[in-house]
């Protein structure tokens, strides 16, 4: 089993599980290819269950897959029977094998040999010993150190660091995404081993649990407690409030604190929380039973669950929420509520004041707080009631960078923003010329040159799995016809070895954050139109097709797409769009940047957009688009 004919290679599933990985089949293909024309290159060969059977014995200790168990959990195990290759198929081999950690006895078919090697060097250096070169690595308080496994089975040891606000957590982001940090350890243990033991930092665990981090981290900046403090203590905290921010400012996040405190002095009324999608309130569910572990210990998710009721566009009917295990169920409520909300949360509230500003007056609570950018919704203060005004100044979400390139489409200035993120990468662009109108060929570019910021993200940050990679597009439309084409361009470049699932915002959000999910072999990329994306934010963005022409009708659309879009990052942007003349984007073609500007000189590094900046200027005093003088430095 598991040889392949030279000539059928090209066609074969070379992964398909039985005998050889895929190049050891191509390899011996080859060899028999050779072996044909000249005998010298004969050789023997040995059947797979002989040698298994002298290598896995009974009473050894083994790493076993456990059926029953994770997808692709193993777990140290030890052998209580061997299979008998003369009476079972060669491809259904099984040991039975006993957990040493449940006692639960099980048949395996995949063992391999158990590792014990970082156990012994735990025991060997202590934990004192090793949370001191990892203190010393991370520049932050280690917690503990413990034997662990990753999903795949592999043993390891895991360092709980103790990160409990924003910035410390993308301190860590980035340190580990350095690769200095394998360096820093292993300098160390080299003086204390000899140099017989190195440690790796699995990065694709590391982002995993870094995502899941940011919904469980309660400590507010200082800036947003003295916010919350003004808002809990301004007219005894009831007054209607008008909390306007920046995008990445944590405005939301300071909503669900100031809620949460308003549930332990009221345990009887409902919240309503209204956002502009479905994504983003099962996003705030997310979050409100994540923090609420912490403020509200003794009120179960289900129960806490109760408390809410949510509305979202059209904006007709109320719904409920519940948990089905992990998942999470909205459900349209039979009756509406009678008795007035305790507090009325309007998220995203420059967009419902476009389309539906009289159900503000609607709604039925003793409080009401609208939640708005800043930046989006200056043209709209006429059409927001009177009421009690604060607002945030300090970007915490994203990187400096992506602060500065984002503010050049801004509909609304503000100099006194700043962020106290890190320095980031800088913008990634790339854009493409078409001399042809045929929309197909154009979905066909699009997919091509997304296929090509994808390989750049996956060389770039290596161990980055596609669920923290958002490609947004700019409608349901140009999501359907572009899907088709990036499904065919993704199939031909990565089966069968990897395989993507491309999934809208609602998939990955409707299931709350458990632990370490096993690897399916199969990743899943976020492919979502930007409207979907109000409130959200990933670790990598893809901004694709969202440019347009400068027209005085749509001017304000278009910057604020490319706004919003830009600033759902808290790492990387990537911007993916077709070359139009007198477009938004068109500046970036003649663009070039010293590499100097972009070295980090500390907390007051500023990265100058002057071009972006002329571009938007010229915008508003010509019909004809930017006249962009180029190349610009």
Not at 97 to 116: L, M, P, Y
Request: overall charge negative.
């Amino acid at each position: 089993m598991g040889k392949v004919h030279w000539k059928k290679l090209p066609t074969s599933n070379l992964w398909d599980g039985n005998g050889l990985g895929g190049s050891q089949k191509a390899e011996v293909a080859y060899l028999d290819k050779m072996r044909r024309e000249n005998p010298a290159f004969d050789y023997d060969e040995v059947d797979v269950t002989r040698f298994l059977s002298s290598q896995f014995q009974v009473g050894d200790y083994v790493d076993a897959l456990d059926p029953h168990g994770q997808s692709n959990s193993y777990s140290m195990a030890k052998i209580l029977q061997t299979p008998n290759p003369t009476e079972t198929d060669d491809t259904e081999m099984k040991w039975l094998v006993e957990s040493k950690d449940t006692g639960i006895t099980f048949h395996a078919k995949c063992v391999r040999h158990a590792a014990h090697a970082l156990e012994e060097l735990h025991q060997f250096l202590g934990t004192d010993f090793l949370k001191k070169i990892f203190e010393d690595a991370l520049k932050m308080n280690v917690k503990s150190i413990k034997a662990a496994r990753l999903p795949s089975g592999k043993p390891s040891l895991a360092v709980q660091t103790d990160v409990t606000t924003i910035q410390s957590a993308q301190d860590l982001r980035d340190r580990v995404l350095r690769y200095d940090l394998d360096i820093l350890l292993n300098r160390t243990l080299a003086e204390r081993c000899q140099g017989d033991v190195e440690l790796a930092v699995d990065q694709t665990v590391f982002f995993d649990q870094y995502a899941k981090s940011l919904l469980t981290l309660s400590e507010l900046t200082n800036h947003q407690k003295q916010k919350l403090d003004e808002l809990l203590n301004h007219d005894g905290g009831l007054q209607d409030i008008h909390l306007s921010a920046p995008a990445g400012s944590g405005k939301t996040f300071l909503a669900v604190h100031y809620l949460l405190t308003k549930i332990k002095l009221d345990d009887q009324r409902q919240v309503l929380y209204i956002a502009p999608s479905r994504p983003l309130i099962l996003h705030f569910i997310r979050w409100v039973i994540m923090n609420a572990a912490s403020q509200l210990p003794s009120t179960s998710p289900e129960d806490l669950l109760k408390r809410f009721a949510f509305m979202h566009r059209p904006y007709e009917w109320h719904m409920t929420a519940s948990l089905q295990g992990s998942r999470i169920v909205l459900k349209e409520m039979r009756a509406q509520p009678k008795d007035a909300f305790l507090l009325a949360i309007f998220d995203e509230a420059h967009e419902m004041f476009k389309w539906n500003s009289e159900l503000f007056e609607k709604v039925n609570a003793v409080q009401k707080m609208l939640l708005s950018d800043i930046s989006q919704s200056s043209f709209l203060h006429h059409k927001f009631p009177h009421m009690f005004q604060s607002s945030l100044s300090e970007i915490v979400r994203s990187t400096k960078r992506i602060m500065h390139g984002a503010s050049a489409f801004r509909l609304h200035k503000n100099d006194l923003i700043s962020c106290i993120g890190t320095t980031g990468p800088p913008l990634k662009t790339f854009l493409f010329e078409m001399s042809s109108g045929n929309k197909d060929e154009e979905y066909q570019a699009y997919a091509k040159q997304t296929l090509d910021a994808l390989w750049h993200t996956m060389k770039t940050y290596p161990s980055l799995r596609g669920n923290h990679i958002a490609l947004l597009v700019p409608d349901r439309r140009f999501r359907e016809e572009f899907k088709h084409h990036l499904s065919r361009h993704l199939e031909a470049e990565f089966a069968p070895a990897r395989t993507f699932s491309l999934v809208s915002f609602e998939d990955t959000l409707e299931f709350i954050p458990t632990a370490f999910q096993g690897d399916c072999g199969e990743d899943t990329l976020i492919l979502d139109w930007d409207e979907n994306a109000k409130g959200l934010e990933h670790l990598v963005v893809l901004c694709i097709g969202l440019d347009a022409e400068i027209d005085s009708t749509t001017d304000n659309l278009t910057r604020s797409r490319l706004y919003h879009a830009i600033t759902r990052a808290q790492l990387q942007v990537l911007v993916v769009n077709r070359l139009l003349h007198g477009g938004w984007l068109e500046f970036l073609a003649t663009l070039k940047l010293k590499s100097e500007i972009f070295e980090d000189s500390g907390a007051q590094s500023e990265i100058r957009m002057d071009a972006a900046s002329r571009v938007v200027e010229l915008a508003g005093r010509t019909e004809h688009g930017p006249q962009v003088e180029g190349p610009h430095k």
